[in-house]
RNA sequence: GGAGAGUUGCCCGAGUGGCCGAAGGGGCGCGAUUGGAAAUCGCGUGUACCGCCACAAGCGGUACCGAGGGUUCGAAUCCCUCACUCUCCGCCA
């Protein structure tokens, strides 16, 4: 959500965030909405005025014929209230309706586009392995290394269910931790965020009340959330934090579920696309700056990077175009690993800040030095998500013989081991 | 799941229909006092929105006493619904 009175004052800022995101929102449609709301208000406002005013009056008149008048006076006054706020009532709900819908102004190095094929790549990082070998899709490395169970995964869960096994949950372990641990050492505090939450955090963040479609939903109206950003973001919702905390950065860790409505026949083999997986997420709270989202946006890519670099998964960076952008996002790049079988790079990470869309809808603000009170900004990005980033590593790291070498830095996560290898039985 | 108690400002806490944005205390800020501090004294201390105005200061208005609705000329105060917290019982990882 953005400052009505920004939106007022930049019409075609919103116009051109508007066409370049690829949204259909009508700013005027907004204005004048916003021009009855005001009038409205002002009416009501004045009403009450005048019957606070007369109350005093009421309550001091000892005469019971004088105070009846008075009485069946203010009798006029409730009913031209009421009638004033039934339709003020109106106008808000329209209102709100609209403001949720102003996306939120990308940054000049947005580059245009329409979806993510026009998203513009970087950067390229790492040696794309060339195998002496016909190298075997993640699938058939998974199964042949028992990593994971696909039928049974499916008789319990359903489509796209699955049993992480042996290797395949040790595996993802060792990722989990390597990454927060790497985090945590940067000062990144560590925190285990609910999925299961309430509506709120997800207006908050932008996945309400656009992106239903996708989310999982309890019978206590609660939802499931796809990624730990909405729990973490949830954390200081409503609150006032204190100015020395920020930049507030968070290393969140949370199982993520996600409906993948609209995406039935994609991926259907593998760990690619699943409703129920993992992620260690970056989320970081800072000061109302443009100039600190754009830093702190650098140094969440940054330690993404560093993250595929570590585990020597080839991979590019891309700036995601304005139709691939989220209505609150400003700016976003996403982190592709390379997947040897597909013969391509396949999104495993995306970093976006927001300014304060977030936590205007969060009510979470700061007080600045002259103590005035400021929403915050925040940011977001993946850390690393599991099993996704498994597929990364099998494919890349397969031999000859079928086993899969360990990255390095994953090998004290793992007993000290550099292979993992097929079981004897 | 059952029974009961509660939810007021930064915190504690008073307040059962008009004079309550809200007593009192604490905290915090400024000032006096002091060589300095403690103690003491004085003053101040919310947010959002609307209007005037320079989208400043300031002034005026409206709203906010868990949320939503109702009764009433008028509600923190009465009624209803919901959420949350606490205590006891049950169940349970």
Sequence with gaps: MLDIKFI??????????????????????????????????????????????????????????????????????????????????????????????????????VPEGASDADNKEIKTWGNIAKFDFTPKSQHEILLDLDMVDFDRGIKVSGFRGYFLKNDGFLLSMAIWQFCIDSLVKKGYSPLLAPSLVKKEPFYGTGYLPQGEEDLYKTQDADYLAGTAEVGTMGFYMDEIVPKEILPKKFVSF??????????????????????????????????ASHEQSVKLHEELRENAEEIMQKLGIPYRVVINCGGDLGLGQVKKYDIEAWVPSEGKYRETHSISYFHDFQTRRLNTKYKDEDGKLKFAHSLNGTALATPRALVAIVENFQNADGSITIPEVLRPYMGGRTKIEKPQV
Aim: glycine share 2%.
């Design 8 to 109: 007022k004052e930049n019409p075609d800022l919103i116009k051109e965030a508007a066409r370049k995101k690829h949204s259909n929102f009508k700013v005027e449609e907004l204005i004048e909405a916003d021009g009855d709301r005001v009038a409205l208000i002002k009416e009501v406002d004045e009403i009450r005025a005048k019957q606070n005013a007369m109350n005093p009056k009421i309550s001091s008149t000892s005469d019971m014929k004088e105070r009846n008048d008075l009485i069946f006076q203010m009798k006029e006054i409730k009913d031209e209230l009421q009638k004033k706020e039934a339709r003020l009532e109106e106008v808000m709900k329209k209102w709100r309706s609209l403001m949720v819908q102003v996306p939120n102004v990308p940054d000049m190095s």
């Design 254 to 287: 949370s199982p993520c579920f996600r409906r993948e409505a609209g995406s039935h026949g994609k991926d259907t083999k593998g760990l690619i696309r699943l409703h129920e997986f993992y992620k260690v997420e970056q989320v970081i709270l800072c000061e």
